[in-house]
């Protein structure tokens, strides 16, 4: 197995128009969504072998994900329904393409009680690259699964990669949240970032100084995504800005899934360990997610809008004329 996503899958409420907030939405439609689930999608229209590991209700909901995520080519073999608990719900606004707000119906939602006897280990053990995010840290019993999963991946030799993605409805304050995330870093390969959550855990504004502190926690990369801006990263061979591709921005939600995708599969196909790649090297890991960020962000909703292999080599293709 080429990647392993584990964490949240849920139910996206699709706001029916962009421009407006949470309480002026006129409609909402359901669409699969959640960041790891996303991110395993996206690996597979890319062309890897993903699986993906978390809880969803025994319901109609639950059902529909377990099916749309196998329909997509995702090895569902670790995905567990749960009788009890609901199959979590979220609700989205738009206020405009590049800004979302979020209110999560999780009291618990089934994501959320994903425990160690619901791991598959055999898979943990087996992927070249296990990938999770901090929704997965927010309570247990998801938070000490979580940590055995990566204590299970890294055992099997597995490069470890851990989304940020702060959404602060779902902490009691930012304190915990940056508490949390930096316990978890020691264990972790990659972290990857927006600049607003750079701020959060390290105070500062400043990619490279912020990126070297995170990494004096542990990992060997950090990268931070800038939204139309562009990327950086910062190893400990060095670090570069990547610039963006300029397109016209449907929106923005899960393009940063769709990216961290894009970069692990070039990652875990180079079959280098992070501190033996040259700035280089990354350089061109980044310039191809960014590629598949920027196509995502093209079409309105996330899994429709991810894009195959394919639609990645001829957009970068045409880049070069």
Not at 68 to 87: H, I, W
Not at 184 to 189: A, K, Q, T
Not at 301 to 316: E, K, M, N, R, S
């Amino acid at each position: 197995m080429d990647i392993v996503c584990l964490g949240e899958v849920l139910i996206d409420m699709f706001p029916a128009e962009t421009g407006r907030r949470l309480v002026e939405v006129s409609t909402f439609r359901p669409v699969p969504g959640g960041a790891p689930a996303n991110a395993a999608v996206a690996a597979a229209r890319l062309g890897a072998q993903s699986g993906f590991i978390g809880k969803v209700g025994e319901d109609l909901f639950g059902h529909m994900l377990a099916e749309v995520l196998k329909g997509e080519g995702v090895d569902t073999r670790a995905v567990r329904f749960d009788p009890q608990a609901r199959t979590t719900l979220v609700f989205i606004a738009k206020p405009d393409e590049n800004t979302n707000e979020y209110i999560f119906y999780r009291n618990p939602g089934a994501d959320l009680l994903l425990s160690v006897e619901d791991l598959d280990r055999d898979l943990l053990q087996s992927t070249k690259c296990l990938h999770f995010g901090s929704l997965s840290l927010t309570g247990e019993p998801i938070r000490g699964a979580s940590r055995e999963a990566v204590r299970l991946a890294k055992s099997g030799g597995a490069l470890v990669s851990f989304d940020v993605n702060y959404r602060p409805s779902l902490w009691p304050g930012g304190e915990e949240a940056v508490r949390q995330v930096e316990a978890i870093l020691p264990e972790v390969d990659l972290v990857k970032l927006n600049e607003t959550e750079l701020v959060l855990l390290t105070g500062s504004e400043e990619l490279e100084a912020g990126a070297r502190s995170l990494m004096d926690h542990g990992p060997s990369l950090c990268v931070i995504t800038l939204g139309s801006k562009g990327s950086y990263f910062q190893s400990r061979t060095g670090g570069r800005f990547v610039p963006p591709f300029q397109v016209k921005t449907v929106d923005s939600t899960g393009c940063g899934d769709a990216f961290i995708a894009g970069l692990l599969i070039q990652l875990v196909r180079s079959g280098a360990q992070l501190d033996k790649l040259s700035p280089s090297d990354l350089e061109s890991a980044l310039r191809y997610a960014n590629a598949v960020g920027a196509l995502t962000a093209q079409t309105l909703g996330v899994i429709p809008a991810l894009p195959t292999a394919a639609q990645v080599g001829d957009f970068l293709q045409r880049q070069q004329f």
